[in-house]
């Protein structure tokens, strides 16, 4: 049976995950990364992660809460990581349609600098900002994670271009390539390097990795068993530093 990772879902509110992640794993999906978007979701993921052995966690603040953070928030997320060393960084970033980006950067760099500083994958959310998201990566030059993850990604070829120039960056595909009107999204999905393609659901769904994928390697015109390996292996890389 193939294999398939979601590598972005949201498991934290599910009233039983269980049976969530059971089906999952008859239908393939080994593995998914349940990402936080507040501090007070850590222990929930943390409780995810030692009951089922498919989910893996990552810690960090959306942007969409920056305004709701306590004080000393870095040292306690650097710490839960720390402890965890299996875990990445996310889901962080910045969104144009919500408010105070000035402190949605500030909380975003600091996040960047505390995956930097653990050596850990960051996933990220960007909307409507992209050349704000290439300035800041850009800036730093060097001191970035080991691998960045663009979570949804749905910016256009000339910016994925952009980024893979940064290195270790890979474009995480969700069900949005179902819906019609995303000519750009689409575009970028047969663009995209075929080692540098992940999927994800981007909610509780994690079955539905599978016919993302198997969407993509018919976009892109790809024999679907190699294309689903290739995925796969993609995201091992990428979870590689746990």
Not at 18 to 34: P, Y
Not at 111 to 131: E, F, M, P, S, Y
Request: proline share 4%; net charge negative.
């Amino acid at each position: 049976m193939p294999k398939y990772i979601d590598i972005h879902c949201h498991l934290q509110n599910v009233p039983d995950p269980e049976i969530v992640l059971n089906s999952a794993e008859k239908s393939g999906v080994v593995c998914c990364v349940c990402n936080s978007t507040y501090e007070k979701e850590w222990t929930k993921l943390l409780d995810l992660s030692k009951n089922y052995s498919a989910v893996k966690c990552a810690f960090g603040i959306h942007p969409w809460n920056v305004k709701d953070l306590r004080d000393r928030w870095e040292q306690r997320l650097t710490e839960v990581l720390k402890q965890n060393s299996e875990f990445i960084v996310g889901e962080i970033g910045l969104d144009k349609y919500k408010p105070d980006m000035d402190l949605q950067e500030k909380v975003f760099c600091a996040q960047l600098d505390i995956a930097t500083r653990l050596k850990r994958t960051a996933n990220i959310h960007c909307v409507g900002v992209w050349d704000k998201m290439l300035h800041i990566l850009k800036e730093r030059g060097k001191e970035l994670p080991p691998k960045l993850i663009f979570h949804s990604y749905n910016g256009g070829v000339d910016i994925m271009e952009s980024l893979l120039g940064l290195g270790n960056v890979y474009f995480s595909y969700s069900p949005l390539v179902f819906i019609d009107g995303h000519n750009k999204l689409k575009e970028s999905a047969v663009a995209t390097p075929q080692d540098r393609i992940l999927v994800e659901s981007d909610s509780e769904k994690v079955e539905e990795v599978i016919k993302v994928v198997e969407r993509l390697a018919e976009m892109r015109d790809a024999e679907k068993s190699d294309f689903i390996m290739q995925v796969y292996e993609n995201s091992k890389k990428v979870l590689g530093n746990g």
